[in-house]
Structures are given as C-alpha cells and as structure tokens.
C-alpha cells in the first residue's frame, strides 16, 4: 500500500515538473526575437484568451521608428482568405455560383473557358502561377491576365491534382470586381474591413497613404520592400489584432453562414477519389486546423487557427528570411496544446 501511495506521489510531482517547465508563448516570442529570427508582431490565443499579445523590433530601421501592435505589415498570400470570404459573400447574395465558370464573368485564354471558381479557390483549376513574374516591380493583375493569354495550355486538366496558383486568384479578384460592378479594395473594405473595424488592414494601392507602415527588409537587414500591386493574391496589409478580428468574424459566422463556413474548411476531393490538404483559401489537416501563410520580399506572415478550441497563432515579420516559421509554429503550439 506504502508503494502505491509512493508512486502516486512520485507521478503527481513528475506531471507539475512537466507543467511548471512548459514555456510561455511570450517566452518563445521572446527567445526569437533575441536571437534575430523575428522582427515584428505576434498575437496567440489559447481557448478564447489572448496569452500574447506583443510587438518587437522595428518597422523602419534606417530612421530607427519601432514596431508597436498597431503597425501594418504586408500579408502576402494571407490575403487569398479575405478573397475566399469575399466570394463566398457575393455567392451569399446570389450573385456567382460557385460551379459557375470563370469565363462567365471575365475574358480567360479558351484552354480556361471550362474552369469553375469552385477550382479556383481549391487551386485544382490547373491555370498556371505567375511565379516567374514575382520579380517584375509594379506588377498588376492586367499584366498577369495578359500572361495567362500567351501560353497555350492548362498545367493540367481540372480537379486531377493540387497546384498552388496565385494566378487563380487573380482571377477570382478580377471575378469579384466584375460581379460587385466595385474595385477588389472597395469590395473588401465595403464587406469585411470596415464591418469588423479592422482600422489598421488596407488593400494596397500605390497611392494608398499607410501612416504606420512596416517597411520590409532581408535577413541582413537591407531594404527588401513590397513591390507588386496584384490584387486576391495578396495585396493586403494588416496586424495581429485585426487578423484575429477577421477570425472571430469566421468562427461566430458574421461574414459567411456556417453552411458556407464548413464548405470553405472542407478540403477539395480530386478526380482519382484522393483528397487535397486544401479548402477554399486555407490549408486544413483532420478538419480540425486551418492555416495559411504568406511571404514575399521581404514580408512573412503565420495564420493558425485551431477549429475546435477556439485558438490561434498569428505572427507578421518585416525580416521574413530570417523568420523559420515552421519551428516557430511548432515551438508556440507546444506552449498552448
């Protein structure tokens, strides 16, 4: 008897060693930081609480002007969320079905004419990505399109397989201005920005005037800034705080109704019965997460939300190559799982 009450002693003490060792996510951010591998704003919740909340480094080195929570940083690809939302709104109102053909609405190449918005938003519409025009300063959604119409064939035929295209999204940008008859920036603003008073997330235009702005750098710290003006691929700025606004918005069903909520975080099923890691503009494991990311120049952003306990981790870098955001994301979900 003295042994089993020994060793359930022994448990108990072994399990508040292991608790009281579990890091805080603060601590994680923290660590991170000091060693040069993050440069900008996080915010963690764990089961509806926030547990961080914290801005670090500087949003313009040359002139040394700090970072704080209200600074906006460029998302990147975290913009293809805000685009699945607004379609989904504009098939809310009757508008656009989602099996409803591209060409439809837009002029596309004839090897497109055939591909729906459905696939568009899985990436499974095998429209090629613009990848080799990344590099091009001024970038648009016109030059992209006028890309599109000189090559001669899909990647592949529709829905056989998963390719990551940020030029389907153009396409679902230049879909919702067509059907909205207002500019992608209006529509987003009209229908997500400014009801959820997300008052530090802009559309990016060239003439768009951010006054606390993050200014992007590489890993040694040069001028690495944003530089393409595409639209429903990126083109968004936002911070942690707004990001998480947006997810509340998603999980108490305020934008979209919750039939369209589970349609957007059900992953495509391909031609072959084989099913993609993909929804519409979120990447899902076991129905049970949901994430994106975004990068470009240099600009880095983490989106992870938990579907079940109504947790998230939110991370935007200004120094995105130096950002391993694969570690950071597992070393912060150990601290709040």
Known sequence: MKTMIWNALLGISLILQLISCKQHP?????????????????????????????????????????????????IASLSK????????????KGL???DDKASQFIELPAYAKNITIRQLLHHTSGISDYESLFSKKGLTNKDVIDWLFSLKNLDFIPDSRFKYSN??????SQIIEKVSGKSYRTLIN???????KM?????????????NKALGYNQQKNPDD??????GDGGIYSTPEDLFKFDQALRNYTLISKENTALMFTPAKLSDGQISNYGFAWFIEDEKTAMHTGGLNGFKALFWRDLQHNSCIIALTNQGEAFPLGNFLNDIKKTIQ
């Open 26 to 74: 603060q601590d994680v951010v923290n660590k991170y930081y000091k060693k040069g591998e993050f440069n900008g704003s996080v915010l963690i919740v764990k089961n509806g609480r926030v547990v961080c909340d914290t801005a670090l480094g500087f949003r313009n080195i040359e002139k040394g002007l700090q970072s704080d929570k209200n600074t906006s940083f460029y």
């Open 199 to 211: 008052n530090n997330t802009y559309v990016y235009e060239s003439s768009a005037i951010i006054q």
């Open 81 to 92: 969320p805000f685009t699945a939302a607004a379609i989904m709104i504009l098939q809310q």
């Open 167 to 172: 030029s389907g999204y153009i396409i679902l």
């Open 190 to 196: 009209d229908q997500i920005i400014i009801p959820l």
């Open 96 to 98: 656009l079905k989602l």
């Open 226 to 231: 944003y530089s393409i003006l595409t639209t």
